[in-house]
């Protein structure tokens, strides 16, 4: 697969998951990127909320279920606050100061789909900045008692290795 076609496939564990948000719930994708999971929610009939610092790509895609934000997430507000949603998507980007905003923006009755680099990554490419790599378990800890635990994964990609990750599937009770 060309590189540029790969950049818009979703996730393998963020696609299976799709499944477990509520039908035609609003959908939140954090630091979106070109936004693959965007258009994955976006085709299963969910609005979506699409937030990235750079967000022309997200412009782009000119779809009417999309909103798009453009916001620094390490240094601005929190665009968002007080709103929900029945699913909150973040793939391939860690602000540790912005996880409980993250588990407070999941409505009751949705889902957390969460997967980014992990400690171990840094030996196959970038990100290299443990600042930017979870900690065993660490998915865990920061969500631990305010969501329920549907599935986690913490493992080397490929044969041969070419990635460390961790990721976690967690629903809002209610």
């Not at 305010?146 to 460390?164: M, T």
Request: with cysteine.
């Amino acid at each position: 697969m060309h590189r540029d076609a790969a950049a818009h496939v979703p996730s393998p564990a963020i696609a299976r998951w799709a499944t477990r948000v509520p039908a035609g719930g609003a959908v939140l994708d954090v630091a979106a990127g070109g936004g693959r999971h965007s258009v994955l929610f976006l085709r299963r009939g969910h609005p979506v909320t699409a937030i990235d610092r750079d967000a022309a790509a997200l412009r782009a895609l000119a779809d009417p279920g999309l909103e798009v934000l453009e916001a620094d997430l390490e240094h601005g507000p929190w665009p968002l606050p007080g709103r929900t949603f029945a699913g909150v998507v973040v793939c391939n980007y860690l602000w540790r100061p912005l996880l409980p905003t993250i588990r407070d923006s999941v409505a009751p009755g949705g889902v957390l789909l969460y997967e980014t680099y992990a400690v171990g990554h840094e030996r196959y490419g970038r990100p290299r900045n443990p600042e930017f790599l979870l900690r065993p378990g660490e998915l865990l800890e920061a969500f631990h008692g305010d969501l329920e635990v549907l599935e986690f994964q913490h493992a080397e990609e490929g044969d041969p290795v070419v990635a460390v990750r961790q990721r976690l599937c967690a629903r809002r009770p209610g």
